[in-house]
């Protein structure tokens, strides 16, 4: 299993889990407590409303997944990093996690 903080303009708005099982990878985003509570905050993504706190897919959810290169980008990184191209939750981690378009930053949770 692992874990990635998922901020929202600097603040923690949930965490991004890829579960490892017998039936495969899943991905589970689920908005931290006091984000989720705070009307005054955002959705991260209009395909991921503030209306439920957890969601599950059994792929990444595309919102993260459109925050990796394509392409051309997409090799020169994943060769550069030596992260397989289709280990997309590795690829967000290690490049959405300081500068990134948009309000999102990701963090690795170390340990998990």
């Known amino acids: 299993m692992k874990q990635a903080a998922i901020y929202n303009n600097g603040i923690l708005a949930g965490i991004l889990t ?7 990878t899943g991905y589970v985003f689920r908005y931290d407590d006091t984000y989720f509570a705070d009307k005054g905050k955002f959705a991260i993504s209009l395909t991921m409303p503030k209306t439920q706190q957890e969601y599950r897919s059994e792929k990444i959810f595309p919102f993260f997944s459109n925050m990796v290169a394509e392409g051309v980008n997409l090799e020169i990184q994943s060769s550069y990093l030596k992260i397989d191209k289709k280990d997309i939750f590795s690829l967000l981690v290690e490049t959405c996690n300081a500068d990134s378009i948009g ?10």
């Not at 890829?18 to 495969?24: I, K, V, W, Y």
């Not at 309000?103 to 998990?112: F, Q, V």
């Open 18 to 24: 890829e579960e490892n099982s017998a039936n495969g």
């Open 103 to 112: 309000s999102i930053t990701i963090k690795l949770i170390k340990g998990k």
